[in-house]
């Protein structure tokens, strides 16, 4: 509180000059700062959420626990509060925008006396150096009397956490996953993130000492005291780690799809064969080809404006050109359509690359064989969502340059955010081979293909054999 006092000169009736006094007072100017609201760790394993709803719009004054904003994870929805007082001056991520964690979320005016509490870093100024000290003095230090100023105590190193699985750990030390679940325990965010710091199961402390059951951070507090004291009094942790049994944990949902996947692929005989191709003359005829690209597959800046001077549909009248999107457009060849329509002319000369197995059915108890009249090829193709295996359908029926095209458009479509294939380059029956394109792989002699991810399983039926294609 602050007072001044002020004299008036004031002239009366009687024109004589009288003072006058009067006393003011008035609250201290407290001076505010703007502080930066970041978005905490919420979840194990969680690094961004999604801000689905904002309670606060700018200018609006919060108080501490005020809902602020309601984020959504890949695992639940969390509503965020404020941690003091204050008045929004800026949001800074827009709904439906995505936050990582540690990032601003909002823009809080708090005091700077309230700010400064909340600063986590220290910024005081560290003591003098020894020789500083001395120095300032006048008093000539040895130098075996000053420590190096390096040496600093390390800190402690941080006490590793248990695994979930481990039956070597007491139960009171597992993770608050195993013991229970929080989710329908009443509990402000900021006493749920407080709880998981300490590794406390809420769902043990339900109902809590607050309205209506909530659990609150005393609560917390004293159940960790209460923990800390029979620590203290008890030795049965030894005995607890000594005599425990093997743990019996069910397999999740993950674990048990890749048991069956890995033990399907058991039934499957494996083995590889590599082999060496001579390109040399296929590299020399390439720019040839490369002059001979039909026009309707050329862009149409590439495509030539004159007509040649002999003209073969003179003669023969061409057939109807087909229809291609620009994305199918290209201006040179590679050796993978080359190579394509090769494994084509050698899958109509051996049948069993042709095939696939079916499994046995109610009519018949043993698998049949299945043979393709056409050369059905997938193509290993990695995009940003995912590895993926397009099918090129009736290869050898297309010539080297549709071959080109097809593989043009799958890998422009592949490489779309979210993917742009579709049933129809993803057919459910896919190739009976499969060709991953390795590229340059330097001395070595094999390769292993990667097959792709869009199968019921990882070892598909279908597949009569996988063929890495890599150059040195």
Not at 376 to 385: E, K, Q
Request: hydrophobic letters at 35%; aromatic letters at 6%; one cysteine or more.
């Amino acid at each position: 509180m602050l007072s001044t006092t002020r004299l008036l000169h004031v002239r009366g009736l009687s024109g004589r000059l009288t003072f006058v006094s009067r006393f003011h007072t008035s609250y201290p100017w407290s001076a505010k700062v703007n502080k930066t609201f970041k978005l905490a760790d919420i979840g194990e394993g969680i690094t961004e959420c999604e801000v689905i709803r904002w309670s606060v719009k700018p200018s609006d004054s919060i108080a501490s626990f005020d809902a602020l904003c309601e984020v959504q994870s890949d695992k639940a929805s969390v509503e965020i509060t404020s941690p003091f007082d204050g008045i929004v001056k800026d949001l800074l991520v827009k709904e439906g925008e995505v936050a990582k964690v540690g990032s601003g979320l909002c823009i809080i005016e708090v005091d700077e006396e309230v700010a400064a509490e909340l600063d986590d870093t220290s910024s005081a100024t560290p003591p003098p150096h020894p020789e500083q000290e001395a120095a300032s003095s006048g008093v000539d230090v040895l130098p075996s009397e000053v420590k190096p100023r390096d040496q600093k105590p390390l800190p402690d190193a941080p006490k590793r956490r248990p695994h979930p699985l481990d039956p070597n750990v007491p139960p009171s030390e597992q993770s608050p996953i195993l013991g229970g679940s929080d989710v329908n325990v009443l509990a402000a965010p900021s006493v749920r993130h407080f709880a998981k710091t300490q590794r406390v199961d809420l769902s043990k402390l339900a109902p809590g000492s607050g309205k209506a059951g909530r659990i609150e951070k005393r609560d917390v507090e004293a159940h960790m005291e209460r923990l800390a004291s029979a620590a203290n009094t008890s030795d049965l942790a030894p005995s607890i780690i000594d005599t425990v049994n093997d743990a019996v944990v069910e397999l999740g949902r993950t674990r048990w799809n890749m048991y069956k996947a890995m033990t399907k692929s058991l039934e499957i005989p494996h083995f590889g064969y590599s082999t060496s191709l001579d390109l040399t003359t296929l590299h020399e005829i390439l720019p040839i080809l490369n002059l001979h690209i039909p026009n309707h597959y050329l862009p149409e800046s590439s495509r030539p404006s004159q007509s040649p001077v002999v003209n073969p549909s003179a003669l023969y009248p061409q057939p109807t050109p087909p229809t291609t999107q620009p994305s199918a457009h290209y201006t040179k060849l590679t050796y993978l359509p080359i190579l394509l329509k090769t494994l084509s002319k050698a899958m109509l000369e051996w049948p069993l690359f042709r095939s696939s197995i079916t499994p046995p059915c109610a009519s018949s108890d043993k698998p049949t064989l299945t043979v393709r009249p056409n050369a059905d090829i997938s193509v290993a193709l990695s995009t940003p969502t995912g590895l993926y295996t397009p099918t090129l359908r009736r290869v050898n029926t297309h010539s080297v340059y549709s071959v080109a095209s097809q593989l043009k458009q799958i890998s422009h479509l592949g490489r779309q955010t979210p993917c742009g294939l579709t049933p129809i380059e993803m057919p459910k029956r896919g190739g009976t081979v499969t060709i991953s394109n390795v590229g340059g792989i330097g001395a070595g002699e094999g390769a292993s293909p990667c097959p792709g991810t869009w199968r019921r399983d990882r070892y598909s039926s279908y597949w009569a054999g996988e063929v890495g294609l890599g150059c040195r």
